[in-house]
């Protein structure tokens, strides 16, 4: 069974920034892409960025120049950089993984983590 815990969300100011991390845990298992996605109250899940095995990155129109995903492969942690935040970023924010786990592929998600940026 694979595992993802996010932390670093909270509240900031607009203009502010904040950095999430994902970690992912288990026995015999390799990450191939990871995301995340924010939902905000009222909306759809909605994709943020996400990056593959080879560094290969997407981000939403939205985000691109204010977000940076990157991940530590050795760690098997994956980050997400958010600066010059704005209210409409507010949102919990999930992790999410591809992943094999003896011999099967799935994805996996994790609980998310608010995101608050006040006006």
């Known amino acids: 069974q694979v595992r993802l815990v996010e932390s670093g969300g909270g509240l900031v100011q607009a203009g502010g920034s904040l950095r999430l991390s994902c970690a992912a845990s288990?026995?015999?298992?390799?990450?191939?892409?990871m995301g995340w996605d924010r939902q905000a109250p009222g909306k759809q899940r909605e994709l943020v960025a996400r990056i593959s095995s080879g560094d290969t990155i997407n981000y939403a129109d939205s985000v691109k120049g204010r977000f940076t995903i990157s991940r530590d492969n050795a760690k098997n942690t994956m980050y997400l950089q958010m600066n010059s935040l704005k209210p409409e970023d507010t949102a919990v924010y999930y992790c999410?993984?591809?992943?094999?786990?003896?011999?099967?592929?799935?994805?996996?998600w994790g609980q998310g983590t608010q995101v608050t940026v006040s006006s």
């Open positions: 288990g026995s015999s298992f390799s990450i191939r892409t």
């Open positions: 999410k993984a591809v992943a094999t786990n003896r011999g099967a592929i799935m994805p996996v």
